[in-house]
């Protein structure tokens, strides 16, 4: 089992709409969780950070985390052209000094007009 | 947020030879974080570094072919040791501060080339 889990995609979302990203992670102690957007040929750009359970906004973005469950997800409200990119989940896991950030394989997202 | 200022940010290197990379974060950062990212890939972590400490490495990488320093709180190398090919790949600096690392942060990448 991986420890982070996208799914790969492509997923297309019509512009406008709400596109729906999901992450699972194995690490039932990980804290801390991330969702990254990477444009092509560009580093990661950090979107959302979330640490408790249930939802967390921040503009379009909804990120919502279930620890019971071990999944994190993304929601992008009135989807624009400009959010078609890759979209990463992170997962800080580990203690302390230990502590280490692992990323899943990636969604690539598509806004259709 | 803070800063990283990574270089170089290509090359292209001869078979056999070493590359240094560098990572310049204009803040105190506790972690660093060193990942490769090949082509149409997702980030996979070569090690972490933690200021004074040796850097701890994932399952497939090695010192002797990464090392790895981390001298003060704002900056790190990762050297790539006798390439080949297959190290051609985007190799990505990032830091981290924080309990929760309350956000993880990258530098621009260094996209390398080996031939």
């Known amino acids: 089992q991986k420890e982070v889990e996208q799914n790969s995609g492509p997923l297309s979302v019509p512009e406008g709409a709400i596109a729906s990203l999901n992450c699972t992670y194995s690490d039932r102690g990980s804290q801390s969780f991330f969702w990254y957007r990477q444009y092509s040929g560009k580093s990661p750009e950090l979107i959302m950070s979330i640490y408790s359970n249930g939802d967390k906004e921040d503009g379009r973005f909804t990120a919502q985390l279930n620890k019971a469950s071990q999944y994190v997800s993304l929601l992008i409200r009135d989807s624009q052209p400009s959010d078609s990119a890759t979209y990463l989940c992170?997962?800080?896991?580990?203690?302390?000094?230990?502590?280490?950030?692992?990323f899943g394989s990636g969604t690539r997202l598509s806004i259709r007009p | 947020s803070a800063v990283i200022s990574q270089k170089p940010s290509r090359d292209i290197c001869q078979r056999g030879t070493s590359l240094t990379i560098q990572c310049q974060v204009d803040s105190q950062v506790t972690m660093m974080f060193w990942y490769r990212q090949q082509p149409g890939q997702s980030l996979t972590l070569i090690a972490t570094?933690?200021?004074?400490?040796?850097?701890?490495?994932e399952s497939g990488f090695v010192i002797d072919k990464f090392p790895i320093s981390r001298p003060n709180l704002t900056f790190s190398t990762l050297t790539v040791s006798n390439m080949s090919p297959e190290d051609s790949s985007i190799y990505l600096c990032s830091g981290a501060e924080g309990a929760y690392f309350t956000e993880a942060f990258f530098g621009q990448g260094t996209r390398l080339t080996v031939v």
């Open positions: 992170a997962v800080n896991m580990g203690v302390s000094s230990a502590s280490k950030i692992i």
């Open positions: 570094a933690n200021q004074g400490s040796e850097a701890t490495y």
